[in-house]
């Protein structure tokens, strides 16, 4: 007879190969199990239901349940949850309601992570008011509300805009006796940061240090870059400061945002100081720092130092991605050396790329090679209205007037939508060389083609 150590062994055998994607394995290894005697209980397919649900696809966890019938194992709440969370992943509400309605028939109670998930899934779906009403299905429930239950509707009346409700619930669930963790500071701090109110966040990051409570990397970071982002650079380098004396600067995060704010703001010799004060430290660097170390140099003229930092990164173990490309490329073009930025994009292919390749056909433009900028364009798989209107200022600006007009229309029937200036430009620039009546028929051949779109 096989004892249940040996179900409990092959389970194990189990979630070690769904932990790290073998699910194929892991299927091999319920066989052999069976062959020996050893049957599969309900925690081995509420295993691979998660396994599925996480890494396949939610219909091929669903099959693992008709399995689990026809070897009549009936299933728990764990399989119904982890069913449910499958299907709020990809967003699949009638799934998660069919659920629901399918466990309570079998004489499943949910549980409050049940109606977590589906109350996450709602918000997910931008549906605040039905997610709310699952909030309260809880209460009705007599279901004890979990800290988890109070983070997910904070965090989705955030996430969805309703900021301001969230502080209100927030404040009303403290004095009902609701003790906040550092989860739940971080979900408020982090949505009104991103609701422009740095202000109430500052506010809300003392009261969280006066809670008793530690302010993670996260919480930090998060505020930092509001302050960068509204341009309170003074405030930002505060919280940095304050991060270094915490030690929270392990992994050069942190540098990269002070130093990716200073370079966007041209504030190169200050990003300079803060670059050195991270390679010094035992910052480990990583893909982001590399980048943001190379923009740098770029950004001050000193391409052969960014070149010198590229070859460390690769000696490191790290390649090259397409940030990477565009950054050189642009340090390229700033420097003028347009003739080096298109070696550069034949030596380095990277067709995908609309940034950099925007930057080389405006670049090409201004060094007067118009007709290189148009084979660029040709050759891009992807177009915005950035690369319709830099080629179409630039023949402008070269008096190629014909071809801007050919170009500008081309762009409106393709369904691109155009920016104003370099509709201006094409008009002024036919009206100067005398052409009032070919700015008439432009504008009604435009007119017929955005009707046509519609």
Not at 76 to 105: K, P
Not at 417 to 427: C, D, G, N, T
Request: charged share 25%.
């Amino acid at each position: 007879m096989v004892s249940r150590s040996s179900t409990r062994f092959l389970n194990i055998c189990i979630a070690s190969f769904c932990k790290v994607k073998h699910l194929q394995r892991a299927e091999t290894v319920i066989i052999d199990g069976i062959r020996i005697g050893v049957l599969p209980d309900v925690v081995t397919y509420n295993t691979l239901i998660n396994a599925y649900s996480r890494f396949v696809s939610f219909d091929a966890a669903y099959s693992v349940l008709d399995r689990m019938k026809e070897a009549c194992i009936n299933p728990d709440i764990v399989t119904y949850n982890s069913l449910i969370a499958g299907a709020m992943r990809h967003c699949l509400l009638s799934n998660c309601m069919d659920l629901f309605e399918e466990m309570i028939d079998l004489g499943i109670k949910p549980d409050i992570w049940s109606y977590n998930t589906l109350m996450h899934c709602f918000f997910k779906l931008e549906r605040p008011d039905e997610a709310y009403r699952v909030f309260t299905d809880i209460i009705l429930c007599y279901l004890s509300p979990s800290q988890a239950t109070y983070n997910t509707i904070l965090n989705g009346l955030c996430k969805c805009g309703f900021v301001e409700n969230a502080l209100m619930l927030f404040r009303k669930l403290k004095r009902h006796g609701f003790v906040p963790s550092l989860v739940t500071y971080n979900i408020l701090i982090n949505g009104l940061c991103k609701a422009w109110r740095l202000k109430t966040a500052r506010w809300m990051l003392k009261e969280l240090g006066e809670s008793g409570l530690v302010p993670n990397v996260i919480t930090y970071t998060t505020v930092m870059r509001c302050c960068f982002r509204s341009r309170r650079f003074e405030q930002g380098f505060e919280i940095f400061e304050e991060m270094i004396d915490k030690g929270y600067t392990f992994d050069g995060f942190a540098y990269c945002t002070v130093v990716g704010a200073l370079v966007k703001t041209s504030r190169i010799e200050e990003a300079s100081h803060y670059m050195e004060r991270m390679v010094n430290t035992d910052s480990c660097l990583d893909m982001a720092s590399y980048n943001t170390l190379i923009n740098l140099y770029c950004k001050g003229s000193r391409l052969e130092m960014a070149h010198e930092v590229l070859d460390k990164m690769e000696k490191e173990g790290f390649e090259r991605d397409e940030y990477t490309n565009t950054i050189l490329m642009n340090g390229l073009c700033e420097e003028g050396d347009v003739e080096g930025a298109m070696e550069y994009m034949n030596t380095v292919s990277f067709n995908s790329n609309m940034v950099a390749l925007n930057t080389l056909v405006d670049r090409c433009c201004k060094a007067d090679r118009i007709d290189y900028a148009f084979k660029i364009f040709n050759s891009m798989n992807m177009r915005d209205s950035f690369t319709y209107s830099s080629l179409i200022h630039n023949l402008c600006k070269a008096g190629r007037f014909r071809c801007a007009s050919k170009l500008l229309l081309s762009c409106v029937r393709s369904g691109m939508k155009i920016l104003p200036s370099a509709k201006r430009a094409v008009f002024d620039c036919l009206r100067q060389s005398g052409h009032q009546r070919e700015v008439k028929r432009l504008k009604s051949e435009i007119k017929l083609a955005l009707s046509a779109v519609v």
